[in-house]
């Protein structure tokens, strides 16, 4: 049951991690400056809105692919950092 203990642990970190993303894009309203850093957001050429009459539907397709390869890129550097 050790090796469970360092998933766990990894676990805790990555979910602390996306919270504090959370906070930071929820507040990046109210900083100057810093809300247009991620402004770019859900906006991508290739994000699907469709509104109708009584629904909206909303696809963030291209804005998923891009957060997929910066997560990819940010993960395999940590990797690399922590193999030494």
């Given at each position: 049951?050790?090796?469970?203990?360092g998933?766990?642990?990894?676990?805790?970190?990555?979910g602390?991690?996306?919270?504090v993303?959370?906070?930071l894009?929820?507040l990046?309203e109210?900083?100057?400056?810093f809300?247009?850093?991620?402004s770019?957001i859900?906006?991508?050429p290739g994000d699907?809105?469709?509104?109708?009459?009584?629904f909206?539907?909303?696809?963030?397709?291209?804005?998923?692919l891009?957060?997929s390869i910066?997560?990819?890129l940010?993960?395999?550097?940590?990797?690399w950092l922590?193999?030494?």
């Amino acid at each position: 049951m050790a090796a469970w203990n360092g998933v766990g642990r990894w676990l805790i970190v990555v979910g602390l991690v996306i919270a504090v993303f959370g906070v930071l894009l929820t507040l990046a309203e109210k900083w100057p400056g810093f809300g247009s850093a991620f402004s770019w957001i859900g906006k991508l050429p290739g994000d699907l809105s469709i509104t109708r009459e009584q629904f909206s539907v909303y696809i963030p397709i291209a804005t998923s692919l891009v957060l997929s390869i910066l997560l990819s890129l940010v993960l395999s550097v940590l990797s690399w950092l922590f193999r030494r």
